[in-house]
């Protein structure tokens, strides 16, 4: 796996750029990996399309978009840009408006930027380095804050369930609340989905991830990142698919139930929205 700061060099980082409107602030990042060598303009165009088709679902926590498009021959090898506004603009979302930061990644496939994607959501969950990196001065003080990743999420969530884990809490979905499991240990999947699967989904997934550590309950449910495709053929292995507003209008009625999280980075919200799924 390929660390965060490898795949962010100091000149793939802008600070205080000026951008008329999110087409402008995505095209700022993306020519950011034209001019380091991770994509051509091509890919450019491949991000802007993606929101203009899916909506501004890669604004997944407030004032943060992830720009993103899936592998394609635009893709020269997996690198990302980093793209602090000077002034913030609009993506359309409803929550998460205005955006000020706007980090792209250009992958080459779907598996090698993982590692570098669960470290950026952890350090952007930690409401102190989330505000560090937001104003860091210099490329050189960003891409240090970077390589000293924060492995700690402060941000607070209620008391932990039982760590038996689905045995003693079904999905809502699944089972009438107070009827009795079938005993053993239940193994679940959950879907987390973004336009690509390998961009937000792999953000939110993460964040579940550190839910469900916390809880004791890693070994009774597996998370799995997918796109939007991919995810209707199977939602039938899962007990509820988490994602975006703009995507679950997307999605429709797949026959489990969609969930819908604001904040991908929020430990918090992940904890509530599985407390909902699980009727904890």
Sequence with gaps: ????????????????????????????????????????????????????????????????????????????????????????????????????????????????????????????????????????PTPGALRALLAGERQQDTAPTAAAPTDAGPASAQPASAQPTGAQPAAGPAVHKILTVCGNGLGTSLFLKNTLEQVLDRWGWSRYVTVEATDTISAKGKAAEAVAVLTSREIARTLGDIGVPVKVVDDFTSTAEADRVLRDTYDV
Excluded: C, Q
């Design 1 to 136: 796996m390929v660390p965060l700061s490898e795949l962010l060099p100091a000149e793939a980082i802008r600070l205080d750029v000026t951008a008329d409107d999110w087409r402008g602030a995505v095209r700022a990042a993306g020519d950011l990996l034209v001019a380091t060598g991770s994509s051509t303009d091509a890919y450019t165009g491949e991000m802007i399309r993606g929101v203009e088709e899916n909506g501004p679902y890669i604004v997944l926590a407030p004032g943060f978009a992830f720009a993103h498009a899936r592998p394609s021959p635009a893709v020269l090898r997996t690198g990302m840009s980093w793209v602090r506004l000077a002034r913030p603009v609009e993506f359309g979302h409803e929550t998460n408006d205005p955006v000020d930061l706007v980090v792209a990644l250009a992958a080459t496939d779907a598996s090698r930027h993982t590692e570098a994607m669960a470290a950026l959501a952890r350090l952007l969950a930690d409401p102190d380095t989330d505000r560090a990196l937001r104003g860091a």
